[in-house]
């Protein structure tokens, strides 16, 4: 998309100041070169307010039209719940302003077919928080599977388990309720390495999968097991387990040379096995984690650079996440139309 780049320091506006912004992204606005937080907004009046004082942001709103209508916010960030990821950046776009959405983009493809059809036509860009795409940790990954580090990559696992969520009494977090985060912790946790494996190995062309829910307390699925292809010719397989005693996270890339493992949540050090013995890289995470993708964004919207997580970029990690889903999403129609 061919747009006229800000001029810097691009001035943020922040729709939804939630905890995602707290440490994770927030800062990060204010960290980047180039860029400056000039406004947040959250429905809770007193808790925007409360957010602008701690952040030394300038102004708040407790409505987001009137964010948008601030001709000192040149883009805005959209960092509310799924749900209402559709709404925002359309109001957005016809406002005119370049957006930077929280992952996952949306609840289904379709709906982020529609964000992007909207950005297109209000002449936007509109780019994804998937921050794997960006850090560090992640690049390195990259840049050892381009140097030809395990050789000829043949198939790839991935495996994540964790202990059954937990909440004080009452309804359940809203990530574990489908009508507003599109599915379960699979949707939250497992689109991160769905949309990474996107950037380290190119598009999935074919995915299937099997999902169940024995959690009764929530109706979202909490196991997937899941096979793949790419359209490199690769092929995966992943298998993710939120009621399960033991923690686990990890991702295999297997070549003809070695292997790599790494987790998608950890900071532990990469493990390289090849025929010389394993070798173990460091790679922590940065002190705000979304920084790197950030000043990525703002580059882009400058015309100094290109950011690798984009809206179309998103469409295709939502495209696999429904093709997982698509049957576990049909029986749940099914039974709530008995």
């Known amino acids: 998309m061919d747009t006229q780049p ?7 506006g922040i729709i939804g100041v939630g905890d995602v912004t707290e440490l994770k ?3 990060g606005f204010q960290q980047a070169h180039g860029s400056e937080l000039v406004a947040v907004m959250r429905r809770d009046g007193v808790k925007a307010a409360d957010y602008a004082r701690r952040h030394g942001v300038p102004r708040w709103y407790d409505d987001a039209d009137a964010l948008l209508a601030d001709p000192d916010v040149d883009a805005v960030y959209v960092a509310t719940p ?28 379709a709906e982020c077919e529609a964000m992007l059809s909207a950005c297109a036509s209000a002449g936007v860009p509109l780019f994804v928080a998937y921050y794997r795409r960006a850090m560090p940790r992640f690049v390195t990954v990259r840049d050892l599977l381009r140097d ?3 050789g000829e990559l043949r198939t790839v696992s991935v495996r994540l388990q964790t202990p059954a969520p937990t ?18 912790l699979f949707v939250d946790l497992g689109s991160h390495t769905l949309d990474l494996l996107d950037l380290l190995l190119g598009p999935i ?5 099997v999902a169940v829910s024995r959690d009764r307390r929530y109706p979202a699925e909490d196991a997937v097991a899941a096979t793949f292809r790419f359209d490199s010719g690769v092929v995966g397989v992943g298998l993710w387990d939120f009621d399960a005693q033991e923690r686990l996270d990890e991702v295999e890339l297997i070549g003809t040379a070695g292997s790599l493992r ?18 173990e890289i460091a790679a922590p995470y940065p ?4 920084l790197p993708l950030i000043q990525m964004v703002v580059d882009a919207l400058t015309g100094n650079g290109e950011c690798p997580s984009t809206g179309r970029s998103a469409l295709r990690t939502a495209a696999v996440v429904d093709s997982i889903l698509a049957g576990y999403r049909a029986e749940q129609e099914h039974v709530g139309h008995r």
Do not use: N
């Not at 800000?6 to 943020?12: E, G, I, T």
């Not at 009452?170 to 985060?181: F, T």
């Not at 062309?205 to 999968?209: K, L, N, V």
């Open 6 to 12: 800000l001029a810097q320091p691009v001035r943020w």
């Open 25 to 27: 992204s927030g800062p």
């Open 82 to 109: 799924p749900s209402s990821h559709h709404d925002y950046v359309l109001r957005a776009a016809a406002a005119g302003k370049p957006v930077y959405v929280e992952k996952p983009m949306a609840r289904t493809a």
């Open 148 to 150: 030809g580090a395990i």
């Open 167 to 184: 909440w004080e009494p009452g309804p359940p977090p809203w990530r574990l309720q489908s009508e507003i985060s599109g599915g379960g």
């Open 205 to 209: 062309t074919q995915a299937t999968g």
């Open 262 to 279: 790494f987790s998608s949540f950890g900071e532990e050090p990469l493990r390289l096995t090849t025929s010389t013995g394993l070798h």
């Open 287 to 290: 002190a705000t984690v979304q």
